[in-house]
């Protein structure tokens, strides 16, 4: 007859020999083969009798030297076990006192620990690993390629948790805005217990923009412009995201309090649609005199006088 722990290499279909890796394994493609989630009602209460059985076996493989005084005793199912749990406690006489004597714990946690696990959906992953990926507007208008590095919890061959520290690339695609999310499935924590590794996502943040605003796909530039430029005409230019220079002119218009000046097609690419991009919409700041002499303040007037008339 072989040792009660044999049974446990039994339930997770591995050799005796198995390390600790194996084991873990063996593990991981039996619960997500018997999650009850999985199946239909039908053969859900099977499942949930093996998924718990499972449970067990690698909790107990696991942490040999925590669970020793287990493999001593046979091992008995975990509906078995819950049963026993519920029991009234039996007495221990000696003499005249009698002292209740609880269930054992070692016996009682694996299974406990596999429901818990089950009923709070714990068993599926961990949660995700969240960051963040600052971007400037101009990588964000033509795309690029961002190295990015991040730690993560990793179970090592021992069974003991680790530290490491992960390389992965990000490929920014020209017209991303802020809050796209990219996800690296099975990059996050891994965690005992847990059918899978979590994820990493990382959320895209825009960085300030000395010039520009973005709004939507549209690029809005604030620009001041004294009082005697917006009245008499002026001449500006400004880079763009792509680095060449553009030119406006105002020397026929009159630059009033609230005016904007669109430029269609300058603005942000859509990051949906091929080919289509967004506008710059400039706006324009009057900055007015803080004080004027008799002759200018009755030059503005005669000027406004003939203009009227």
Not at 47 to 65: C, M
Request: charged share 30%; net charge positive.
């Amino acid at each position: 007859m072989g040792k009660p722990a044999d049974v446990y290499f039994e339930v997770l279909n591995i050799p005796k020999n198995s390390s600790p890796q194996e084991i873990r394994n063996a593990y991981r493609a039996l619960v997500k083969k018997w999650h009850p989630d999985k199946h239909p009602p039908s053969s859900r209460a099977e499942a949930e009798a093996k998924f718990i059985a499972i449970s067990q076996a690698y909790e107990a493989l696991n942490d040999q030297q925590e669970n020793r005084a287990m493999y001593g005793g046979a091992f008995a199912s975990p509906r078995k076990q819950i049963q026993e749990s519920q029991k009234p406690q039996r007495a221990v006489h000696s003499g005249r006192e009698a002292k209740a004597v609880p269930p054992p714990a070692a016996a009682e946690r694996p299974a406990r620990s596999a429901f818990s696990s089950f009923s709070g959906g714990i068993r599926s992953k961990p949660p995700p690993l969240e960051r963040k990926l600052e971007c400037t507007l101009e990588e964000l208008c033509h795309g690029c390629k961002k190295e990015v590095k991040f730690k993560r919890n990793v179970i090592a061959a021992n069974g003991s948790i680790i530290r490491k520290e992960e390389t992965q690339t990000i490929k920014v695609m020209p017209g991303w805005k802020k809050g796209t999310k990219v996800t690296f499935k099975g990059m996050g924590d891994e965690q005992r217990g847990s059918v899978a590794a979590g994820d990493v996502v990382f959320t895209i943040a825009e960085k300030e923009h000395p010039r520009f605003k973005r709004v939507g796909n549209d690029l809005v530039l604030k620009v001041e412009v004294h009082l005697v430029n917006a009245l008499t005409g002026w001449s500006f230019s400004f880079p763009l995201l792509t680095g060449e220079k553009m030119s406006c002119s105002f020397q026929d218009q009159i630059i009033y309090p609230g005016y904007e000046k669109v430029i269609k097609g300058h603005g942000m690419p859509s990051a949906n649609r091929k080919g289509e991009r967004g506008d710059i919409r400039i706006r324009f700041l009057i900055a007015f005199p803080a004080k004027l002499s008799d002759e200018q303040r009755a030059s503005i007037a005669e000027l406004l006088k003939e203009e009227c008339d």
